[in-house]
């Protein structure tokens, strides 16, 4: 995600084991040239390939520009669900999610009044005028 025009995911850490049965599907990610895709196509983005010690699950974590991170086990994924894991983090801000509890109720009315399904204007058209002094 983008804020102020600016993407946010910084470091990309791929994290796997190299004889785990668990990380056979990002295995396959890594030797079909997925990854380097990604890596070309997201010149902005650090990508970091980090294999662990056998018996550790492996998980794809995204450390934002704003010093949050965010990690997502893909133990047994297959290469389409860790490149939607991968997209999954590419598009976050990595913001927490906050959860309103009650309905957000504003006191100031809207400048632009309330709006309706009836109010579809889109195929109107618009006569324009300038008037000079």
């Not at 994290?15 to 902005?44: D, M, T």
């Not at 550790?56 to 450390?63: D, E, N, R, W």
């Not at 309706?116 to 109107?124: K, M, N, Y």
């Amino acid at each position: 995600m983008a804020t102020h025009g600016i993407k946010q995911l910084k470091k990309l850490r791929l994290v796997y084991s190299e004889h785990s049965g668990s990380s056979r599907g990002i295995r396959e990610f890594i030797s079909s040239g997925q990854v380097v895709l990604f890596a070309k196509s997201e010149p902005n983005v650090d990508v970091i390939l980090q294999p662990k010690m056998p018996g550790q699950h492996p998980y794809v974590k995204g450390q934002y520009r704003s010093g949050f991170s965010k990690q997502i086990c893909v133990k047994n994924y297959n290469p389409k669900e860790i490149i939607k894991a991968i997209t999954m983090l590419n598009n976050s801000s990595g913001r927490k999610m906050t959860k309103f509890e009650k309905p957000v109720i504003s006191r100031t009315p809207s400048v632009q009044g309330i709006w309706t399904p009836f109010l579809d204007i889109s195929d109107q058209q618009w006569d324009i005028e300038v008037v000079k002094k």
